[in-house]
């Protein structure tokens, strides 16, 4: 799996936009990027995967630059119960098993 | 998505015993996987449980500590054998299957385990 760097840590007001950024300069053409989050005492929840192109669900937007280099997950109006640790995994597709680094605590203040 | 429970949800062991933690998910599932989430670090996995034959263990971790058993296709359980003090740590059990989606993981809800 490619290497993933990540900010340790970073806070955001409650209502505005987070904005989580990840460095994954030796990504494979064939390695998806993943972005799980864990709550304090609970099991990661997944929030988000995309190959080359941006990406949009209920919880999250995921923008990959067009190099693949970098990738920013946003929380497009952050409440407290997104005060978690959010992790950016890259992987193949198929049958993976996701490599967890240390992640980025994101701390969201009213 | 997969509902995923996992008991006990904490227990507190003394040294030399052993705990056995059991996964049971609300379907049947291809993968299981055990992790270990030491105080203040991240996630580190520990095997995957194989369904009819012997879990596949990942370096650093071996079968006489950390027996696993998976009868079927949702069940398994995790056992810490011999306990001391290292092995305080909250342990997870996730599943993957593609049934649901494209390879994301489902977490159970961890055992959180503390030895004295």
């Known amino acids: 799996d490619a290497k993933t760097t990540q900010p340790p840590s970073m806070d955001c007001a409650e209502g505005r936009a987070a904005n989580l950024p990840c460095n994954h300069s030796?990504?494979?053409?064939?390695?998806?990027v993943y972005w799980y989050r864990q709550i304090h005492s609970q099991g990661p929840q997944y929030i988000i995967h995309g190959l080359k192109n941006n990406e949009t669900n209920e919880m999250a937007s995921l923008i990959i630059t067009e190099d693949r280099k970098s990738s920013t997950l946003i929380l497009p109006h952050a409440t407290l119960r997104d005060t978690a640790v959010y992790y950016c995994i890259v992987t193949p597709g198929g049958s993976y098993i996701p490599t967890f680094g240390r992640g980025t605590s994101l701390i969201v203040h009213p | 998505s997969a509902v995923i429970s996992q008991k006990p949800s904490r227990d507190i062991c003394q040294r030399g015993t052993s705990l056995t933690i059991q996964c049971q998910v609300d379907s049947q599932v291809t993968m299981m996987f055990w992790y270990r989430q030491q105080p203040g670090q991240s996630l580190t996995l520990i095997a995957t449980?194989?369904?009819?034959?012997?879990?596949?263990?990942e370096s650093g971790f071996v079968i006489d500590k950390f027996p696993i058993s998976r009868p079927n296709l949702t069940f398994s359980t995790l056992t810490v054998s011999n306990m001391s003090p290292e092995d305080s740590s909250i342990y997870l059990c996730?599943?993957?299957?593609?049934?649901?989606?494209?390879?994301?993981?489902?977490f159970g809800p961890g055992t959180r385990l503390t030895v004295l």
């Open positions: 996730s599943v993957e299957d593609p049934f649901f989606s494209y390879n994301e993981q489902f």
């Open positions: 449980a194989n369904q009819g034959s012997e879990a596949t263990y």
């Open positions: 030796t990504i494979s053409g064939n390695e998806y």
